[in-house]
């Protein structure tokens, strides 16, 4: 790499207002007077409880906060984001995404759009997609990452997430242990393939899952760690322009299982289970992940509704295929064999992939 490329000034955007802490809910009109927002527009889940969404439109209310629009978000389409943009009046100050990763992924795609600032109010902590550079949407109807920007405000109410099925939390979990072997890959494309690692961004992602790990309690400290930790890792995204420091071959692992299923299960027990997997093949971290699988009960409900062997056999087998030009330990020869090994005599594995 050039000289004067390696060493250009980067501009990153990253959330100016973060908080996360018990009735967080209930102060987002604060958080928004405080920064001279007078207008909004609301994106929220479809089927959000509602004393969440009246405790937020009190909040607004009793501060000055004047609602343009409210939308109750059904899917996660950029066709259906397209059209809300289409039809919104435009005339709101910024947008709120409220609830679960649809309408956040929805909304903060609108922000884009519109070049209006976002905020991010998650009720549940599934994944790191709340604070990333990006969002979720089927396109043509199949899911991809489309760019967008990094949410001006993240605001986590830990009590209402504590609230939320304890599958999104766990969920959570097995999304943010997927940074241990995404960095490992990261570092494994910059010796085999010439990639170049970003090393503020790969420290970043990495400590952020050691800070969870201290302490993985399903209590309010424990989600507050936990939705810490995934909103730094959405930020060390934001870094590097990248999403090497949060993804390697366990997401690809995820989206073919993605690809070959009609409905996917949930994104974190997918890649979670799939990070255990690639940790076998880095032999690194395998003893690390698997105890806080047992410590926080991800095994137990993964054991409740396991997965199928044969899918998950094409889905590692598809793996590598998944995304052009990313090497991970899957590019290595032999590696997807030895995975396919390890599912049949693993006694983790065996306990959520079963024949």
């Not at 709120?96 to 922000?111: E, Q, V």
């Not at 992602?205 to 989600?223: E, H, K, M, N, W």
């Not at 330990?329 to 049949?344: C, F, I, T, W």
Request: aromatic share 8%.
């Amino acid at each position: 790499m050039p000289f004067r490329e390696a060493f250009r000034p980067r501009s990153v955007s990253i959330p100016t207002l973060v908080r996360i802490k018990p009735q967080a809910l209930d102060r987002v009109g604060i958080y928004l007077q405080r920064a001279e927002i007078e207008t909004v527009s609301l994106y929220f889940s479809d089927g959000l409880p509602d004393p969440l969404l009246r405790r937020v439109k009190r909040s607004l209310e009793d501060h000055g906060i004047r609602l343009r629009q409210q939308t109750a978000v059904q899917g996660a389409s950029q066709e259906e984001a397209n059209r809300l943009v289409s039809h919104s009046e435009n005339t709101a100050q910024a947008l709120i995404g409220l609830g679960g990763g649809r309408a956040l992924d929805t909304a903060k795609y609108m922000s884009a759009e519109v070049k209006k600032p976002y905020y991010a109010v998650p009720t549940s902590l599934s994944n790191d997609g709340f604070c990333s550079p990006q969002s979720s949407l089927t396109v043509d109807g199949h899911r991809q990452s489309v760019a967008t920007t990094m949410p001006y405000g993240v605001i986590v109410d830990t009590e209402a997430c504590l609230q939320a099925p304890r599958k999104l939390w766990l969920s959570g979990v097995g999304d943010l242990v997927a940074k241990l072997t995404a960095v490992r890959d990261w570092k494994i494309a910059f010796h085999e393939a010439g990639e170049r690692v970003d090393d503020f961004a790969a420290l970043l992602s990495d400590a952020s899952v050691y800070q969870f790990i201290g302490r993985p309690t399903f209590d309010l400290q424990g989600t507050q760690l936990l939705a810490t930790a995934l909103m730094l890792n959405g930020i060390s995204m934001a870094v590097c322009s990248s999403s090497r420091p949060a993804s390697g071959s366990e997401h690809l692992i995820s989206h073919a299982l993605d690809a070959l299923q009609p409905e996917p299960r949930l994104h974190g027990f997918q890649v979670g289970v799939a990070t255990y997997l690639i940790s076998l093949l880095h032999e690194n971290g395998t003893e690390t992940i698997g105890t806080l699988f047992d410590q926080t009960g991800f095994w137990d409900v993964c054991a409740e509704s396991p997965f199928s062997r044969s899918l998950w056999q094409q889905a590692v087998r598809r793996a590598p295929t998944m995304k052009e030009n990313f090497y991970t330990v899957l590019s290595r020869p032999g590696q997807v064999d030895r995975a396919l090994q390890y599912m049949d005599q693993d006694p983790m594995l065996n306990r959520c992939i079963v024949r």
